[in-house]
């Protein structure tokens, strides 16, 4: 496989469901990003993951978990879940930040669509 | 307040109909502006990336254009298959560190 694989691409749950989203890329890539997409809003960046640290978490509640086990995976555990959380969650790739400064040339999955009942 | 802007919102053309997308900005010390292409129920997908006022870049019927305030996608004699969103996006320095910052996007429609 090449690029940056997304699962499920669809998903529907109760709000007190526990689901996950997986990521994987096949890029080489180290940095890894969830961005949450609203209809007509611009893409929200939610959490970045450097060489599997963490180094951003835009004010995302806690309902949102991320984890990033190596630079190819990267997870999003979701429970309690609300109903304005129905989205498209994008998971992307970029070959890495460095002294601070990301580039903006990411590599974007499909997307999994997000359904919150 | 917004920091990235694209207009139209929407643009629907006849096939072979030129036009352009706008991407105005408002941050200080961009570092680079990017242009996405997304098609329903997929990801964005990467096209261009502009540094300095003055530069240009082309892909097939796509050119884009940047000036110190804002940024053009010029689409020469579109193609049906050229329907999609596109977006913008620009990175520079807000409240103190490196950020990415998307537009809304437009959603472009050529008819065939």
């Known amino acids: 496989e090449t690029g940056v694989t997304q699962t499920p691409r669809h998903l529907v749950m109760g709000m007190t469901n526990k689901k996950s989203l997986k990521c994987e890329q096949h890029l080489g890539h180290n940095a890894m990003y969830w961005y949450k997409q609203s209809a007509k809003k611009p893409l929200e960046l939610m959490f970045v993951?450097?060489?599997?640290?963490?180094?951003e978490n835009n004010s995302v509640p806690s309902r949102f978990s991320p984890e990033c086990p190596n630079s190819s995976h990267l997870f999003l555990h979701l429970h309690t879940l609300q109903p304005e959380d129905s989205a498209l969650y994008l998971c992307?790739?970029?070959?890495?930040?460095?002294?601070?400064?990301?580039?903006?040339?990411?590599?974007f999955g499909e997307g999994s669509r997000l359904t919150v009942l | 307040e917004d920091q990235v802007t694209q207009s139209p919102e929407a643009l629907r053309l006849q096939e072979g109909e030129s036009s352009s997308l706008n991407c105005s900005y408002t941050?200080?010390?961009?570092?680079?502006l990017f242009w996405y292409r997304q098609d329903p129920g997929k990801g964005p997908e990467f096209l261009f990336t502009l540094y300095s006022a003055g530069e240009e870049k082309e892909k097939e019927r796509l050119k884009a254009t940047l000036t110190k305030k804002e940024s053009f996608l010029h689409i020469t004699a579109p193609k049906p298959e050229d329907s999609a969103t596109y977006l913008c996006?620009?990175?520079?320095?807000?409240?103190?560190?490196?950020?990415?910052?998307f537009g809304q996007g437009t959603r472009l429609t050529i008819n065939p």
């Open positions: 941050v200080s010390g961009l570092r680079g």
């Open positions: 996006a620009v990175q520079a320095e807000i409240q103190g560190a490196q950020k990415l910052v």
């Open positions: 993951y450097n060489f599997k640290e963490q180094t």
């Open positions: 992307a790739s970029s070959q890495g930040i460095i002294a601070g400064v990301e580039t903006g040339e990411l590599f």
